[in-house]
């Protein structure tokens, strides 16, 4: 069965640090999505980005990187000079197509709250 | 483009009453998700709509939970009867295609007293 672990549960950073967020992930099929969200104060949940399985290049989007290895089931998130804006909780998201009558559901991890501290 | 709404936005029932949630997809999204966030635990899937049809409802706890998408549009979610246990942020989802990004909306906080 499919399973995202985040082991952090909290980190606190001063502004302008960098701050990684871990996420691994567990899977019997070679097809799947992983996400990332992230959930402000204000509580909806929003898309951070879409990687597929066969997609193992890094991203960038401005401060935000994610690193992807398949090698050690890691799909993890780098904000660099963090800002009092990113404060929030942050969930990884596994997607498999042949799970769960092919809905595509998302297994999401428990989150990490990160807090900015300026 | 609107996004995904819920309403209400929290809830407080008494033990035994009904509560009917409802969310209103992206237009022109065929695909509806419910999922559930219990205190201290993981987002967890309740249940999948393509356009009006139940695609996957593995996730739904029991028989107390009622999911409808009539015509495609708008869905429903009805705890009837709610018990304490069923407390929790209950999200809604729509995407355009399966597997593409879910986009969500801020969720309904449930408190069964």
């Known amino acids: 069965a499919q399973k995202v672990t985040q082991a952090q549960t909290e980190i606190s950073v001063v502004e302008k640090e960098d701050v990684t967020l871990d996420c691994v992930y567990e899977?019997?099929?070679?097809?799947?999505?992983l996400f990332w969200y992230k959930q402000p104060p204000s509580g909806e949940l929003v898309f951070l980005i879409r990687?597929?399985?066969?997609?193992?290049q890094n991203e960038i989007s401005g401060r935000y990187s994610w690193n992807f290895q398949k090698s050690t089931s890691s799909f993890n998130f780098t904000i660099t000079a963090s800002q009092v804006v990113d404060s929030a909780v942050y969930f990884c998201?596994?997607?498999?197509?042949?799970?769960?009558?092919?809905?595509?559901?998302?297994?999401f991890g428990k989150g990490t709250k990160l807090s900015v501290i300026p | 483009e609107a996004g995904v709404t819920q309403f209400p936005s929290h809830s407080v029932i008494e033990k035994g009453q009904t509560v009917t949630l409802r969310c209103d997809p992206i237009s022109g999204h065929d695909n509806l998700y419910w999922y559930r966030r219990v205190m201290g635990k993981e987002i967890k899937f309740l249940l999948h709509?393509?356009?009006?049809?139940?695609?996957?409802e593995s996730g739904m706890p029991n028989n107390r939970f009622l999911a409808e998408r009539t015509g495609g549009t708008y869905s429903t979610l009805k705890v009837q009867p709610a018990e304490l246990e069923d407390s929790g942020v209950y999200f809604c989802?729509?995407?355009?295609?399966?597997?593409?990004?879910?986009?969500f909306g801020q969720g309904t906080r449930l408190t069964v007293v």
């Open positions: 989802a729509s995407s355009q295609a399966r597997g593409t990004e879910a986009f």
């Open positions: 998201a596994l997607s498999e197509p042949y799970s769960g009558a092919g809905s595509y559901q998302l297994t």
């Open positions: 990687r597929n399985s066969f997609d193992e």
């Open positions: 899977t019997r099929d070679t097809t799947y999505y």
């Open positions: 709509f393509v356009k009006e049809s139940k695609q996957d």
